[in-house]
């Protein structure tokens, strides 16, 4: 299974305003809209982190790469992205006269993180440092951004540097959240090997029984991953009951 990480920074969106409280901007006071500035991607469990930039590949190339990648992945995963970084590149394929990439699955992990645990913040370098792995890299705020715009080469090499981490954060949280993501696409279809008895969200074989997982009519052999620490169910059921309550 090919699991893409990626994450994509844009230029903001420039506008005549009259005041910096509240405004409301229409279309007549927008300037420039925001467009892709640089992403960082990288395969889960390879070593290399890619990175494009308008400023390093210009942006077709920047754009026509992202695509590429998109295309050959099964699974893309992103912080946000459902939101933020998927519409956004979709919004550049079209754009550039691209169809849609080869279909993928998205794993979101602040979905996750907002929909299984309660933290304090759910800002990427909270969650990260809350759960002890290295957080984001620091940056100057805003200010980077315009130097980026502007060319300013010491600036770009930061943004890189952001970038890329943000794409390694990612897989560090991945791995650390990896029993508690919920539907993740089935590794075992991916693996080729046909296993009926490996672990849906890593692809080991290495699963121990523990008790049965119950539906309303049915019972189901249960299991634990030893690799990854998830909890699965075989897809026969053991035994079954053919009453069931009578709703009212």
Known sequence: MKTLLIDIETTPNLAHVWSLWQQNVGLSQLLESAELLCFAAKWHGAKR????????????????????????????????????????????????GMEPPSPYKQVDLLRVVKRRFRFPSNKLDYVLRALDLPGKVGHAGHELWVKC????EKAWN??????????????????????????????????????????????????????YAYTQTSAFQQYKCKGCGRWCRGGKALFRVDLREVAQ
């Open 49 to 96: 982190v890619e990175f494009a930039s308008q400023f390093h590949d210009g942006k077709h190339e920047m754009v026509e790469r992202a695509h590429r990648l998109l295309d050959q992945a099964d699974v893309v995963m992103h912080y946000n992205g459902t939101s933020f970084d998927m519409p956004h590149l979709n919004r550049e394929f079209v754009q550039a």
């Open 149 to 152: 715009m502007a060319g300013d």
């Open 158 to 211: 930061q943004m890189r540097r952001y970038n890329r981490r943000d794409v390694t954060a990612l897989e560090d949280l991945a791995e650390r959240l990896r029993p508690w993501i919920p539907g993740l696409p089935n590794a075992a279809l991916y693996s080729g090997e046909g296993h009926e008895d490996a672990c849906p969200g890593c692809g080991s074989t290495e699963l121990e029984k523990r008790g």
